[in-house]
């Protein structure tokens, strides 16, 4: 059968359309450098408010939008490792002025979502709700907040927390109200347990420690806090900080990132973004966001493994450690350790030729910046902006992983590169192939141990016997007030007493 030249160039066009549409969206571009634009291009409606990574590769966005790729999607979706449309996965949550503001996978594959919704495929669903892998509704998850929540952390044993403008819990809207407000923290069956700080105000970002331990920020005063596992205040941390915390993120020395503002800490002035040590003291690093403008501000963190910090917002000028020129950034910055300012990280989202605002910002497994927002298109010094409306995906550095077994009593799992941060780590052994998996270690769920400051995790004082598979498993954290967490993964085969040293990435 003779094919035309014409029909060769159509089907020829016909693919490199779906490249730019999202189809294939792993490919690389061509000549791409650190923060340029990649195909994926979802033709949403609306803006992304987060998004996470699952283990398997997939991703899920949440946010105010009603269409992905021309397809109804009410406020959340989730797309294959390829950037195409997971068309299993809709949850649809479809109520009058509904956003979904914060998302967790857990390790169990099911995801709880936070926000202002009211149901969820058509059951009712008050601001929170827990979704099965395929997208269901978990029906036996209903904790039933009055308000909206802002942020979410899923704990080792199941149990969430969140934060967000609620004074009550009524779990499946019967019984008397449960007094929690601002934060609280249930049970795996939705029911809240005893943890209760007592706060008066509004919570809007938190973040689970390894130890249990909680950090959050919002309105309240100071607006910045360490909470125990069982509540209470952390006596032991006391930063003097004052203004309205919108981000919070932990590098891995356990200093704290903090975005909002504008902030004064021990007396001294910082605007978007200051850094504490682990016991709450003012460090010097200082990104610098324009003091002339007292609105602006940080409300989302992303840390990399090698200890660079991207961050999103509202602002439009920096001036690190108020040394040389101001430099303009329009809502999205990358910064060194210091908070020296990356130079060649600088995409321009706009609002139709307006600065923009950036709500959202995440990485991927392989690095790749994920950002949300209401922007519409990006500037490229191109005659014509390149239009991504409501998500963008950035190119970045490599990112660098591997999990080995270095001896029959431990395994390392060694991060760097643009790979993003982990809060928590578990391990995981396999004798079957990969079918189930046991926790290592004398933890109940696997944790690890973070080797010194470094991005690296281990477990130690094992005693691995015959042959089988390893499984890492980190939390990480971004989206609009830091409010949102995934999981990423990485494996290694091993035979004892010989060591294989043998992993793979995600």
Known sequence: MRISHRSSLRSLVCALVAVLLGGLAGLPSAHAAVGDLDPLNLMLDEYVSATVVQPDGKTILVGGFTSVLGEPRNRIARLNADGSLDMGFNPDVNSAGATVECVAVQADGRVVIGGSFSSVGGTPRNRIARLNANGSLDNSFNPNPDGPVNCLAVRRDGKVLFGGYFGNLQ??????PVQRFGIARVDTNGIPDTFNPGLTTLVRSLVLQPDDTVLIGGDFTPGFARLTPVGTLDPTFTPNLTGTVQALAVQADGQVLIGGGPFTVSGVPRLGIVRVTAAGVLD??????????????????AVQADGQVLFSGKFTVLQPNDMGPLTPRNGVA???ADGELDPGFYPKPSNSGSVSVVSGIGLQADGKVLLGGPFTVFDLGLPTATNRRGFARLENDPATQSLTVPSASQVLWTRGGSS?????????????GGATWTPLGPDPYGLGTRVGT?????????NLSGSGQIRARGVTHGGFYNGSSGLVEAFASFNAPEVAVTGNGV
Do not use: K, M, Y
């Open 454 to 462: 470094t991005a690296n995790w281990q477990l130690t004082g094992l």
């Open 334 to 336: 990358r910064v060194t």
């Open 171 to 176: 779990p499946g809207g019967v019984g008397s």
């Open 420 to 432: 993003p941060e982990c809060s928590v780590v578990t391990f995981e052994l396999s004798t079957d």
């Open 284 to 301: 010097s690093f200082n990104p610098n966001l324009d003091f002339a403008a007292s609105t602006e501000n940080v409300n989302s963190i």
